[in-house]
Structure formats: structure tokens, C-alpha cells
């Protein structure tokens, strides 16, 4: 199993729809700036390391506080992390034959992250 902790806290889905009601763009942008803080933390932490599919992940989120439903939180992150994989090349893509599905928990801390075990080759 691999274990990456993503440092901070990241935007939300209802942000990302508030970006994208602005314009394309703006969500795009949005989107974009997320998934690149991750892909940094990945190369710090996993390097040049592939994964090898079929893989579930499982996602620890630890928030400042409670203001944002957990949906908001998980939906998003999911997607910026999984499209994050893809760019740095540690999987080829994201589909169905590579991932078999996520686990979430939810926690308030003072030191906000996202910690996610990938278990690999899941059968």
C-alpha cells in the first residue's frame, strides 16, 4: 500500500461551481491550480513511482473545521487527485479497469491535509 499525505486544504465542489457559473475559465483555472498542488506533493512523495492497477484508494480528510459538507469536499478532491495520477504518469489513465472505487473518512484537525492510501492490485 502507498501512502501520500497531501498538505493543506483545497477547494470544494461548490467553489468549483461558483468558478465555473463565472466562466469556463475561471473553473478551468480553479481546477488546474488544485490539481497542480497535488501533483507537486506526488513527485515529492512518489517520485517516479507507477501504480499498479486495479487500485482503491482510500482518502482521510482532515478540515480546520465543519463549515463544508463532506460531499463537496470528497467529489472534487477526488477528481483533482485522479486527474493529478494521470499527469504525473503514475497510472495511464483513471477509467474503470484501473480503479475500482474509494473510501472516505472525514475529521477536524488544526493541521489541515488529505491522506490517501492506494492499495494496488486489488483483485
Request: no cysteine.
Amino acid at each position: 500500500m502507498k501512502r501520500v499525505v497531501i498538505k493543506g486544504e483545497f477547494s470544494n465542489m461548490n467553489e468549483f461551481i461558483r468558478e465555473n457559473r463565472s466562466g469556463w475559465n475561471a473553473g478551468n483555472s480553479l481546477k488546474h491550480r488544485e490539481q497542480n498542488r497535488v501533483l507537486i506533493q506526488l513527485r515529492q512523495q512518489l517520485r517516479t513511482m507507477k501504480l499498479t492497477p486495479p487500485l482503491f484508494i482510500h482518502f482521510r480528510y482532515y478540515r480546520s473545521n465543519r463549515r463544508v459538507d463532506p460531499d463537496n469536499i470528497e467529489t472534487f478532491f477526488h477528481k483533482i487527485f485522479m486527474d493529478a495520477l494521470v499527469q504525473g504518469d503514475y497510472i495511464r489513465n483513471d477509467g474503470w479497469q484501473t480503479v475500482l472505487g474509494f473510501h472516505d473518512r472525514f475529521y477536524v484537525d488544526s493541521d489541515p491535509k488529505v491522506v490517501v492510501e492506494i492499495e494496488e492490485e486489488v483483485t
